[in-house]
């Protein structure tokens, strides 16, 4: 399918009400029906797509999306609707980690959507000109994201989801809270004890920075 048929797809996709929603939920999991669990992936196609829009240049667009679907799908089968925590929230995570980890074994750069314009006019190519940055500093960069990726995937599963929708996918405390069932307290001691770790984990790397 092209981009264009899978647009025009999304376009004729209905928001569910939250009614209609909660029951098709219950039919899905309660009754096992394929018919709403169908109509459930489909309608949160949207979400997929508004994830794969930062790399909508690439040639492997609707293979990027395709993943993002497997990551839509996966969620789906694995969500509890009795914790009464939104789809979306749940379900962003498991797409954006299918999306990333394709483009990371398909060899593309994380800068293949540097010609996007941002709301200052201006694209990443151009602020990164702008910078004039040598290639030693961009290796050190670059570097530093590696340690600290690392660094993430060596913490506790709750402290690293924690850090992850907090500081990566800037969500909201509250909504990390319903989602991993902790309080909000909770949330900011795992943060607390994460950023520790991750510090602890960097300490010997930034001494040579």
């Not at 009614?19 to 096992?32: P, Q, T, V």
């Not at 497997?70 to 962003?92: K, M, P, Q, T, W």
């Not at 800068?111 to 040598?134: Q, V, Y």
């Not at 690293?160 to 509250?174: F, I, Q, T």
């Amino acid at each position: 399918m092209r981009l264009e048929d899978y647009i025009q797809e999304l376009n004729r996709i209905e928001l569910l009400e939250p009614e209609k929603e909660a029951a098709l939920w219950r039919s899905f999991k309660d009754d096992k029906d394929e018919d709403a669990r169908r109509l459930l992936i489909q309608s949160y196609q949207p979400l997929v797509f508004k994830n794969a829009l930062p790399f909508r240049r690439m040639d492997g667009i609707m293979d990027i999306i395709q993943e993002g679907t497997v990551g839509l799908i996966e969620a789906a089968e694995n969500f509890d609707y009795h914790r009464g925590v939104a789809f979306s929230l749940f379900a962003v995570h498991r797409i954006r980690g299918r999306m990333l980890n394709f483009i990371q074994q398909e060899g593309a750069s994380a800068l293949a959507c540097m010609d996007d314009i941002g709301e200052d006019g201006t694209s990443a190519k151009d602020r990164l000109a702008d910078t004039s940055a040598s290639v030693p500093e961009q290796a050190e960069t670059h570097e530093l994201a590696s340690q600290l990726r690392e660094a993430l995937a060596r913490l506790p599963e709750k402290e690293r989801l924690v850090l992850e929708h907090v500081y990566l996918e800037s969500a909201e405390v509250k909504e990390v809270a319903e989602l991993l069932d902790v309080s909000i307290s909770h949330i900011y001691r795992l943060q607390k004890t994460g950023i520790r770790r991750v510090r602890g984990m960097l300490s010997k790397f930034m001494q040579h920075w």
